[in-house]
């Protein structure tokens, strides 16, 4: 008889946008709960002819989007690289895209290979709420005061323990992260904020946006956030700002690694 011949296992990365309005966030549910993850998982099974399962850079929550996710696999597959992106997504609904899928070695992780993540959070600030982009970004009725924003956003930078951000179900380990990038801008009725660090916690993103938007509006001065990240306490911070407005954009894995960084968010919001 005729040896078989082993076929190797290759590891592949991908990108993956998603809107994620539609979304109860992206990991797998039970009882078959709308999810990324799980639209993502069925299709690439369905390309590679086997059960496929998927590593990610950072799961995120109900409601918010994705430009530029981070996924690995493994398949024995043979597929070159356009055949598993066109083939993914023929088999997705439109909210959600794979945008490039590249082989890696195999000692690449989406998650534990990663250096950074970074998000943008987006703010509509007029008295009425839009009707066109009310699951694309957060809305705030109250005019917003961006330079005390901005002033306000500096005490985030460097190395913290964000308990005062963290929510309740948070599972990590530790609430020290190192906070290396805040930029917040503004041009007309709209205002962003991109933060990357090492890694987030649990609705950190939001709760920093609740609170910023508190001294944007008058509500609290510019030392609230560092008095706040003093204190350590969660109650004494903003309330969670809705997911609506809150992108991941980009995340960093070293250079051997030949990974793109992010993916440019063009739109309104620079």
Same mark, same amino acid.
């Given at each position: 008889?005729?040896?078989?011949? !082993?076929?190797?296992?290759?590891?592949?990365?991908?990108?993956?946008?998603?809107?994620?309005? &539609?979304?109860?966030?992206?990991?797998?549910?039970?009882?078959?709960?709308?999810?990324?993850?799980?639209?993502?998982?069925?299709?690439?099974?369905?390309?590679?002819?086997?059960?496929?399962?998927?590593?990610?850079?950072?799961?995120?929550? #109900?409601?918010?989007?994705?430009?530029?996710?981070?996924?690995?696999?493994?398949?024995? !597959?043979?597929?070159?690289?356009? !055949?598993?992106?066109?083939?993914? &997504?023929?088999?997705?609904?439109?909210?959600?895209?794979?945008?490039?899928?590249?082989?890696?070695?195999?000692?690449?992780? !989406?998650?534990?290979?990663?250096?950074?993540?970074?998000?943008?959070?987006?703010?509509?600030? &007029?008295?009425?709420?839009?009707?066109?982009?009310?699951?694309? #970004?957060?809305?705030?009725?109250?005019?917003?005061?961006?330079?005390?924003?901005? %002033?306000?956003?500096?005490?985030?930078?460097?190395?913290?323990? @964000?308990?005062?951000?963290?929510?309740?179900?948070?599972?990590?380990?530790?609430?020290?992260? $190192?906070? $290396?990038?805040?930029?917040?801008?503004?041009?007309?009725?709209?205002?962003?904020?991109?933060?990357?660090? &090492?890694?987030?916690?649990?609705?950190?993103?939001?709760?920093?946006?609740?609170?910023?938007?508190?001294?944007?509006?008058?509500?609290?001065?510019?030392?609230?956030?560092? %008095?706040?990240?003093?204190?350590?306490?969660?109650?004494?911070?903003?309330?969670?700002?809705?997911?609506?407005?809150?992108?991941?954009?980009?995340? %960093?894995?070293?250079?051997?690694?030949?990974?793109? #960084?992010? #993916?440019?968010?063009?739109? @309104?919001?620079?």
């Amino acid at each position: 008889m005729r040896p078989e011949i !082993a076929v190797k296992c290759m590891r592949y990365a991908a990108c993956v946008e998603y809107d994620g309005a &539609n979304f109860s966030g992206w990991q797998t549910q039970k009882h078959n709960v709308r999810t990324v993850q799980q639209q993502v998982e069925k299709a690439l099974s369905k390309v590679a002819n086997h059960d496929v399962e998927i590593i990610t850079a950072g799961r995120t929550d #109900t409601g918010v989007h994705a430009t530029h996710q981070i996924i690995h696999f493994d398949s024995d !597959a043979e597929r070159d690289t356009f !055949a598993w992106c066109r083939g993914v &997504n023929r088999f997705m609904d439109k909210d959600v895209r794979v945008l490039w899928v590249r082989p890696v070695s195999s000692d690449f992780h !989406a998650r534990f290979s990663a250096l950074s993540r970074s998000y943008r959070f987006i703010i509509y600030n &007029n008295p009425i709420q839009s009707a066109i982009f009310r699951t694309a #970004t957060s809305h705030e009725y109250r005019p917003l005061d961006t330079k005390k924003m901005v %002033e306000a956003g500096k005490s985030l930078l460097g190395q913290h323990d @964000f308990t005062s951000f963290r929510a309740a179900g948070c599972q990590a380990h530790s609430p020290v992260r $190192t906070v $290396t990038e805040f930029q917040l801008d503004s041009t007309g009725d709209w205002v962003w904020f991109d933060i990357k660090a &090492n890694a987030f916690l649990q609705h950190m993103v939001r709760n920093v946006a609740g609170s910023l938007i508190e001294v944007g509006c008058g509500k609290r001065d510019i030392g609230w956030i560092q %008095e706040i990240l003093q204190q350590k306490d969660r109650t004494l911070a903003g309330i969670t700002a809705p997911p609506h407005g809150l992108y991941l954009t980009g995340v %960093e894995y070293p250079k051997e690694f030949q990974i793109p #960084t992010n #993916t440019k968010l063009i739109s @309104f919001w620079g």
